[in-house]
Protein backbone atom coordinates (compact mmCIF):
# COMPACT_ATOMS: atom_id res chain seq x y z
CA UNK A 1 0.00 0.00 0.00
CA UNK A 2 2.94 2.36 0.55
CA UNK A 3 4.68 1.65 -2.38
CA UNK A 4 1.37 2.52 -4.72
CA UNK A 5 2.41 6.26 -3.66
CA UNK A 6 5.98 6.17 -4.18
CA UNK A 7 7.85 7.62 -7.50
CA UNK A 8 8.05 6.60 -10.01
CA UNK A 9 4.47 5.09 -10.68
CA UNK A 10 4.98 2.48 -13.24
CA UNK A 11 1.24 3.57 -15.59
CA UNK A 12 2.74 2.05 -18.46
CA UNK A 13 3.14 -1.48 -16.84
CA UNK A 14 -0.60 -1.14 -15.04
CA UNK A 15 -1.85 -0.19 -18.14
CA UNK A 16 0.31 -3.56 -19.77
CA UNK A 17 -0.61 -5.71 -16.79
CA UNK A 18 -4.45 -4.77 -16.70
CA UNK A 19 -4.92 -5.44 -20.53
CA UNK A 20 -3.57 -8.82 -20.27
CA UNK A 21 -5.94 -9.58 -17.18
CA UNK A 22 -8.97 -8.71 -18.60
CA UNK A 23 -7.98 -10.25 -21.85
CA UNK A 24 -7.91 -13.93 -20.68
CA UNK A 25 -10.50 -13.24 -18.29
CA UNK A 26 -13.57 -11.62 -19.99
CA UNK A 27 -14.84 -14.47 -21.89
CA UNK A 28 -14.45 -16.89 -19.12
CA UNK A 29 -15.94 -15.22 -16.29
CA UNK A 30 -19.01 -14.47 -19.04
CA UNK A 31 -19.41 -18.19 -20.13
CA UNK A 32 -19.22 -19.38 -15.67
CA UNK A 33 -21.49 -16.40 -15.57
CA UNK A 34 -24.52 -17.80 -17.64
CA UNK A 35 -24.52 -20.82 -15.80
CA UNK A 36 -24.06 -19.27 -12.40
CA UNK A 37 -27.36 -16.89 -13.29
CA UNK A 38 -29.60 -20.05 -14.64
CA UNK A 39 -29.23 -22.29 -11.42
CA UNK A 40 -29.65 -19.45 -9.25
CA UNK A 41 -33.13 -18.26 -11.40
CA UNK A 42 -33.82 -21.64 -11.89
CA UNK A 43 -33.68 -22.86 -7.91
CA UNK A 44 -35.62 -19.12 -6.88
CA UNK A 45 -38.04 -19.86 -9.85
CA UNK A 46 -39.07 -22.87 -8.13
CA UNK A 47 -39.24 -21.85 -4.73
CA UNK A 48 -40.93 -19.18 -5.32
CA UNK A 49 -43.81 -21.01 -7.14
CA UNK A 50 -44.35 -23.55 -4.36
CA UNK A 51 -44.74 -20.58 -1.87
CA UNK A 52 -46.80 -18.54 -4.05
CA UNK A 53 -44.48 -15.68 -4.81
CA UNK A 54 -43.77 -15.82 -8.68
CA UNK A 55 -43.70 -12.37 -8.63
CA UNK A 56 -40.67 -11.79 -6.36
CA UNK A 57 -38.55 -14.17 -8.98
CA UNK A 58 -36.84 -11.22 -10.59
CA UNK A 59 -35.87 -9.30 -7.50
CA UNK A 60 -34.15 -12.36 -5.75
CA UNK A 61 -32.43 -13.59 -9.08
CA UNK A 62 -31.27 -9.94 -9.29
CA UNK A 63 -30.02 -9.67 -5.17
CA UNK A 64 -28.26 -13.06 -5.64
CA UNK A 65 -26.15 -12.41 -8.60
CA UNK A 66 -25.81 -8.88 -7.95
CA UNK A 67 -24.61 -8.99 -4.40
CA UNK A 68 -22.88 -12.55 -4.40
CA UNK A 69 -22.44 -14.49 -7.88
CA UNK A 70 -20.72 -11.36 -9.26
CA UNK A 71 -18.11 -10.93 -7.23
CA UNK A 72 -17.49 -14.41 -6.71
CA UNK A 73 -17.40 -15.31 -10.43
CA UNK A 74 -15.02 -12.46 -11.28
CA UNK A 75 -12.47 -13.37 -8.55
CA UNK A 76 -12.86 -17.02 -9.37
CA UNK A 77 -11.76 -16.36 -12.90
CA UNK A 78 -9.20 -13.91 -12.31
CA UNK A 79 -7.60 -15.64 -9.64
CA UNK A 80 -7.38 -19.20 -12.13
CA UNK A 81 -6.27 -17.55 -15.21
CA UNK A 82 -4.83 -13.87 -14.67
CA UNK A 83 -3.65 -14.58 -11.48
CA UNK A 84 -1.86 -17.98 -12.21
CA UNK A 85 0.10 -16.14 -15.04
CA UNK A 86 1.46 -13.78 -12.48
CA UNK A 87 2.37 -15.81 -10.39
CA UNK A 88 3.81 -18.04 -13.10
CA UNK A 89 5.45 -15.31 -14.33
CA UNK A 90 7.02 -13.56 -11.06
CA UNK A 91 8.31 -17.11 -10.29
CA UNK A 92 9.99 -17.76 -13.02
CA UNK A 93 11.91 -14.19 -12.41
CA UNK A 94 12.37 -15.39 -9.29
CA UNK A 95 14.51 -18.67 -9.98
CA UNK A 96 15.84 -17.00 -12.37
CA UNK A 97 17.16 -14.46 -9.77
CA UNK A 98 16.21 -11.01 -11.68
CA UNK A 99 14.44 -9.98 -8.07
CA UNK A 100 17.79 -10.44 -6.58
CA UNK A 101 19.20 -8.27 -9.45
CA UNK A 102 16.93 -5.50 -9.28
CA UNK A 103 17.18 -5.38 -5.28
CA UNK A 104 21.15 -5.32 -6.09
CA UNK A 105 20.94 -2.14 -9.08
CA UNK A 106 18.42 -0.15 -6.61
CA UNK A 107 14.98 -1.32 -8.33
CA UNK A 108 12.48 -1.91 -5.39
CA UNK A 109 10.43 -4.81 -6.79
CA UNK A 110 7.31 -4.49 -5.05
CA UNK A 111 7.16 -0.92 -6.24
CA UNK A 112 8.79 -2.19 -9.79
CA UNK A 113 6.07 -5.22 -10.22
CA UNK A 114 3.80 -6.00 -7.57
CA UNK A 115 2.02 -2.69 -7.65
CA UNK A 116 1.17 -2.62 -10.63
CA UNK A 117 0.18 -6.19 -11.14
CA UNK A 118 -2.15 -5.69 -7.89
CA UNK A 119 -3.56 -2.56 -9.06
CA UNK A 120 -4.80 -4.46 -12.88
CA UNK A 121 -6.01 -6.92 -10.61
CA UNK A 122 -8.15 -4.55 -8.68
CA UNK A 123 -9.35 -2.31 -11.87
CA UNK A 124 -10.17 -5.81 -14.37
CA UNK A 125 -12.21 -7.07 -11.10
CA UNK A 126 -14.34 -4.10 -10.93
CA UNK A 127 -14.80 -3.86 -14.35
CA UNK A 128 -15.63 -7.70 -15.02
CA UNK A 129 -17.95 -7.69 -12.00
CA UNK A 130 -20.16 -5.31 -14.30
CA UNK A 131 -19.93 -7.42 -17.23
CA UNK A 132 -20.49 -10.43 -14.90
CA UNK A 133 -23.78 -8.95 -13.10
CA UNK A 134 -25.48 -8.00 -16.65
CA UNK A 135 -24.23 -11.55 -18.35
CA UNK A 136 -25.94 -13.42 -14.90
CA UNK A 137 -28.92 -11.27 -14.77
CA UNK A 138 -29.51 -11.84 -19.02
CA UNK A 139 -28.89 -15.26 -18.01
CA UNK A 140 -31.61 -15.73 -15.29
CA UNK A 141 -34.10 -13.77 -17.55
CA UNK A 142 -33.53 -16.19 -20.18
CA UNK A 143 -34.01 -19.10 -18.21
CA UNK A 144 -37.17 -18.25 -15.79
CA UNK A 145 -39.30 -17.05 -18.75
CA UNK A 146 -38.19 -19.83 -21.31
CA UNK A 147 -37.62 -22.78 -19.60
CA UNK A 148 -39.77 -22.51 -16.28
CA UNK A 149 -42.33 -19.84 -18.23
CA UNK A 150 -42.10 -17.45 -16.18
CA UNK A 151 -43.72 -13.62 -17.07
CA UNK A 152 -41.07 -11.34 -18.72
CA UNK A 153 -43.32 -7.94 -16.80
CA UNK A 154 -43.41 -9.51 -13.67
CA UNK A 155 -39.64 -10.24 -14.30
CA UNK A 156 -38.43 -7.23 -15.11
CA UNK A 157 -40.88 -5.21 -12.70
CA UNK A 158 -39.80 -6.83 -9.67
CA UNK A 159 -36.13 -5.87 -10.03
CA UNK A 160 -35.90 -3.02 -7.32
CA UNK A 161 -38.27 -5.00 -4.83
CA UNK A 162 -35.40 -6.56 -3.07
CA UNK A 163 -32.47 -5.14 -4.81
CA UNK A 164 -31.36 -1.98 -3.87
CA UNK A 165 -28.39 0.70 -5.44
CA UNK A 166 -26.55 0.00 -2.26
CA UNK A 167 -26.62 -4.15 -3.28
CA UNK A 168 -24.40 -2.49 -6.59
CA UNK A 169 -22.42 -0.87 -4.32
CA UNK A 170 -21.83 -3.83 -1.87
CA UNK A 171 -21.04 -6.04 -5.17
CA UNK A 172 -18.18 -3.53 -6.46
CA UNK A 173 -16.52 -3.08 -2.75
CA UNK A 174 -16.34 -7.24 -3.00
CA UNK A 175 -14.66 -7.06 -6.47
CA UNK A 176 -11.98 -4.60 -5.31
CA UNK A 177 -11.25 -6.76 -2.04
CA UNK A 178 -11.50 -9.73 -3.96
CA UNK A 179 -9.19 -8.45 -6.86
CA UNK A 180 -6.71 -7.23 -4.45
CA UNK A 181 -6.55 -10.44 -2.17
CA UNK A 182 -5.82 -12.11 -5.89
CA UNK A 183 -2.84 -9.87 -7.04
CA UNK A 184 -1.20 -9.87 -3.83
CA UNK A 185 -1.33 -13.45 -3.39
CA UNK A 186 -0.24 -14.29 -6.78
CA UNK A 187 2.23 -11.59 -6.06
CA UNK A 188 3.47 -12.95 -2.81
CA UNK A 189 3.67 -16.61 -3.95
CA UNK A 190 5.59 -15.58 -7.22
CA UNK A 191 8.23 -13.62 -5.36
CA UNK A 192 8.43 -16.01 -2.83
CA UNK A 193 8.84 -19.42 -4.99
CA UNK A 194 10.97 -22.14 -4.45
CA UNK A 195 13.69 -23.43 -6.57
CA UNK A 196 13.23 -24.90 -9.76
CA UNK A 197 10.54 -25.13 -12.35
CA UNK A 198 8.75 -27.44 -9.99
CA UNK A 199 8.88 -24.81 -7.22
CA UNK A 200 6.86 -22.14 -9.71
CA UNK A 201 4.38 -24.93 -10.54
CA UNK A 202 3.57 -25.63 -6.59
CA UNK A 203 3.11 -21.63 -5.92
CA UNK A 204 1.18 -21.24 -9.06
CA UNK A 205 -0.94 -24.23 -7.20
CA UNK A 206 -0.99 -22.59 -4.04
CA UNK A 207 -1.87 -19.41 -5.25
CA UNK A 208 -5.13 -20.39 -6.54
CA UNK A 209 -6.17 -22.47 -3.52
CA UNK A 210 -5.28 -19.89 -0.84
CA UNK A 211 -7.19 -17.05 -2.87
CA UNK A 212 -10.20 -19.30 -3.39
CA UNK A 213 -10.17 -19.92 0.27
CA UNK A 214 -9.42 -16.46 1.84
CA UNK A 215 -12.48 -15.32 -1.18
CA UNK A 216 -14.89 -17.31 0.40
CA UNK A 217 -13.98 -15.81 3.86
CA UNK A 218 -14.09 -12.69 2.88
CA UNK A 219 -17.08 -13.05 1.07
CA UNK A 220 -18.81 -13.86 4.46
CA UNK A 221 -16.92 -10.97 6.44
CA UNK A 222 -18.72 -8.61 4.05
CA UNK A 223 -21.70 -9.64 3.72
CA UNK A 224 -22.08 -10.52 7.41
CA UNK A 225 -21.21 -6.69 8.08
CA UNK A 226 -23.31 -5.18 4.96
CA UNK A 227 -26.86 -6.73 6.81
CA UNK A 228 -25.86 -5.73 10.10
CA UNK A 229 -24.77 -2.86 9.31
CA UNK A 230 -27.25 -1.55 6.41
CA UNK A 231 -30.51 -0.72 7.69
CA UNK A 232 -33.07 -3.05 6.32
CA UNK A 233 -31.01 -5.65 5.59
CA UNK A 234 -30.48 -7.06 8.47
CA UNK A 235 -33.75 -7.60 9.10
Do not use: H
Not at 20 to 47: C, D, E, R
Not at 198 to 227: E, R
Amino acid sequence: MRAVFRRPFSAREVLEQFWFVVSVSWIPAMLVSIPFGAVIALQLGTLTVQIGAQSFTGAASVLAVVQQAAPIVTTLVIAGAGGAAICAELGARRIRDEIDAMRVIGIDPVQRLVVPRVLACVFAAVLLNGLVSVVGVLGGYFFNVVVQGGTPGAYLASFTALAQIQDLWVGELKAVVFGFVAGIVACYRGLNTPPGPKGVGDAVNQSVVITFLLLFFVNFVITTLYLQLVPGKGA
